[in-house]
């Protein structure tokens, strides 16, 4: 916990330094947010992660294209925090809304496909649609065999997400 802490300082003390000489909507404030709102995310305060999260949002949504891939950072980190909350459709909104811009922005291969498509297959998984789940697991690991080596921990982990969400059909079928 003392990491956390000494983590939380730092970013507070950069994010005073930013605040004083940057305007207030700087993509540097914005990066700020996010990196407390993680701290507080790890620590487990998810309502603080969320506010600060939030703040990230707000930032670059007037400061950057509908389209930036800093936005997708901010979908994601707040739909983890809904996710770990279990406010699962919040969660996918998010995660939808990170989804959309990966489509609109980027190539059909691109890893950050598959990492959507794990989070919102992490999401189904939890909800208890594990056909859904299976569906999206099952893209994402198509993407990461294309584009990581076979030995990567990204490609074990769906793996096994893969085999659990299949054993709960069979369980439930």
Do not use: C
Not at 25 to 48: C, Q, W
Not at 97 to 102: F, P, R, V
Not at 131 to 148: E, G, H, M, N, T
């Amino acid at each position: 916990m003392g990491e956390y802490s000494k983590a939380l300082s730092f970013y507070e003390k950069a994010f005073e330094i930013f605040q004083k000489s940057l305007p207030s909507n700087h993509p540097l404030l914005a990066i700020s947010y996010n990196n407390i709102g993680s701290v507080y995310d790890s620590m487990g305060e998810f309502f603080k992660a969320l506010s600060y999260y939030d703040k990230a949002l707000e930032i670059d949504k007037k400061t950057l294209p509908s389209n930036h891939p800093s936005l997708i950072v901010s979908y994601n980190n707040i739909g983890l925090v809904y996710k770990k909350m279990g406010e699962y459709s919040k969660a996918l909104l998010y995660y939808e809304k990170a989804l959309e811009i990966i489509q609109k922005s980027l190539p059909s291969n691109h890893p950050l496909f598959a990492s959507s498509y794990n989070n919102i297959g992490g999401v189904y998984d939890s909800m208890g649609e594990y056909s859904k789940a299976l569906s999206y697991f099952q893209r994402a690991l198509d993407i990461w065999q294309r584009v990581l080596p076979p030995t990567h921990p990204h490609i074990k982990s769906v793996k096994e997400s893969i085999e659990t969400v299949k054993e709960e059909i069979i369980k439930n079928s």
